[in-house]
């Protein structure tokens, strides 16, 4: 979990200030402790919910030869393993940052989401299959058990889902499990009409067709998972941050010249880190830049988590080189990604 390259840079949060100007930390400190609002006891209701109906759903899905139920069941085990997961991330996120985990165990949420992504997307293709084929060989059905048990699902979820939205949503370990209870929810009311098409009508393909609206619902849920926590391991900007534009807005701050080195990753749900090697004129005040460009960065992006290495521009920077080119300044011989000046900017 590192984004920062420079010498210069120091642990964000002291509060210190070298010779040059380097800063460290937002203006309004740094709150990395879990949400208050992400109440335990919430998860831990609706866990016992969905695990004692998750019992009983298997049960009559073997009896009702049900694949819809089944599935549903197999959808709920998911979600009982998906709360278990965010209890055990937002215990492990809480402790402290020591030793080698400078940023503690805040990721373990994320670790949490993804596996939440790919047992969804792993359980979607093994019920497709059975699905496809029950279509092809349709077992008979017991429409009236399905019928019955679908809705006391409906109930069921639209308990759990409730318990889980009073917890902390902003986590990406909690939202996983809030989307599987609430893709769960959509599964029963499909197998409900499901079972209400096999009792009236006798057309038992109807349990499979339902069990592959479900597959479309975990596909879709499992794949927005994955996506989100893999950007966050890749280092990637948070999706609603355009570090290009980020960087045109910090060198359009008189006196900076140059903003270069910049990197934007997210270490959690909702905590946002910055980086960045920042020039500015000879006459300018180092200091007061690196304030005014950290109160920037809290207002206009919510991104109090800042390391800014800032530094006067060399002389020779003032009259040399084209706009693209890679700084001459010695602490970043090696620069990454593009180079934004004042005037026209590299991207």
Known sequence: MTGHDHAHDRHEGQGGHDGHGHGHGGPGGHSHGVDPNADRRWLAIALGLIGTFMAVEVTIGVMAHSLALISDAAHMLTDAVSIVLALIAMRLAARPARGGFTYGLKRAEILSA???????????????????????????????????????????????????????????AVEGAYQHILNDLFAFIGTAVAGLIVL??????????????????????GYGLVRESGR??????????????????????????????????????????????????????????????????????????????????????????RAGDPPADPHCADAHGPVHREGPHAH
């Open 114 to 172: 993804q596996a939440n992504g790919l047992t969804l997307l792993l359980l979607a293709v093994w019920l497709a299959y059975e699905a496809v084929r029950r279509l092809l060989d349709p077992p008979p059905v017991a429409g009236g058990l399905v019928l019955v048990t679908a809705l006391a699902g409906i109930v069921v979820n639209v308990a759990a889902a409730w318990c889980i939205s009073r917890a902390n949503r902003s986590s990406l």
């Open 200 to 221: 009236t009508t006798g057309f038992v393909q109807a349990d499979a067709i339902a069990t592959l609206v479900v597959v479309v619902l975990m596909v879709r849920a």
């Open 232 to 321: 966050i391991f890749l280092e990637a900007a948070p999706a609603h941050m355009d570090p290009d534009a980020v960087g045109d807005r910090l060198v359009g701050h008189p006196p900076v010249t140059e903003v270069h080195d910049l990197h934007i990753w997210t270490i959690t749900s909702g905590q946002a880190a910055l980086s960045a090697h920042v020039l500015v004129e000879p006459e300018g005040d180092c200091h007061a830049v690196r304030r005014d460009l950290e109160r920037l960065l809290a207002k206009e992006y919510g991104v109090t988590h800042t390391t800014l290495q800032v530094d006067h521009v060399q002389e020779e920077l003032l009259s040399v080189g």
